[in-house]
C-alpha cells in the first residue's frame, strides 16, 4: 500500500506540474494576443497620422509625445501625405512579455512617412520596424510612450 502512494504521489506531481504550467501558456497567449492587437492598432493610426485616434491606446503621460509629434508636422509634410495614393501598412511581426505588467512588440510599417524633428522635411519611407512599449493598467494594455517612436535597424542574417 506504501509503495501504491509513493507511485501515485510521484505520478500526481508531474501532472499538477503540467497543468499549471498549460494554463499559464494558455494566459501567455491571450496576453500576446492583447499585446499584438492593442500595438498593430496603435502603429496603423500614429503611421497615418490619426494621432487623435491613437490617444485612447496610450497611457495618459504619452499625450505629451502625441501632442509633440503633431506639433512638428510641417505644410510639406502634409502635402507629401496627402499625394500618396494609399495608407502606412502596419503589421505587428513579433511581441513579447517581459514581466507581467510589461511588454514589448515589434512592428513593421511600411510605406510611411518617416518625419524629422529637426526641422527637415519628412520622407516616404518603403518599409521599417519600431520596437512599442506595452505596459497593463486596470487590465488593459497602453502604449506607453517615452519618446517618439524610433526606427530599430534590423539584423541582415
Known amino acids: 500500500m506504501a509503495n501504491f502512494r509513493k507511485?501515485?504521489?510521484?505520478?500526481?506531481?508531474?501532472?499538477?506540474?503540467?497543468?499549471?504550467c498549460s494554463?499559464?501558456?494558455g494566459a501567455d497567449k491571450k496576453e500576446?494576443?492583447?499585446?499584438?492587437?492593442?500595438?498593430n492598432s496603435f502603429a496603423e493610426r500614429y503611421f497615418?497620422?490619426?494621432?487623435?485616434?491613437s490617444l485612447p491606446?496610450?497611457?495618459?503621460?504619452?499625450?505629451?509625445?502625441?501632442?509633440?509629434?503633431a506639433s512638428n508636422m510641417t505644410q510639406e509634410d502634409v502635402d507629401l501625405l496627402n499625394s500618396q495614393d494609399?495608407?502606412?501598412a502596419c503589421e505587428?511581426?513579433?511581441a513579447k512579455l517581459t514581466s507581467d505588467t510589461t511588454a514589448t512588440a515589434t512592428c513593421r510599417i511600411e510605406n510611411f512617412l518617416r518625419t524629422d524633428t529637426l526641422g527637415r522635411p519628412g520622407e516616404m519611407t518603403d518599409e521599417a520596424d519600431y520596437n512599442i512599449l506595452l505596459v497593463k493598467r486596470n487590465e488593459r494594455w497602453l502604449v506607453k510612450m517615452e519618446g517618439l517612436p524610433r526606427n530599430e535597424k534590423r539584423n541582415r542574417d
Open 7 to 20: 507511485a501515485v504521489f510521484y505520478l500526481a506531481i508531474p501532472s499538477c506540474f503540467s497543468a499549471v
Open 23 to 25: 494554463c499559464s501558456q
Open 32 to 39: 500576446i494576443e492583447e499585446i499584438t492587437t492593442v500595438a
Open 48 to 53: 497615418n497620422f490619426d494621432l487623435n485616434g
Open 57 to 69: 491606446l496610450c497611457t495618459p503621460e504619452s499625450r505629451k509625445w502625441l501632442a509633440f509629434a
Open 86 to 88: 494609399g495608407e502606412a
Open 92 to 94: 505587428t511581426t513579433y
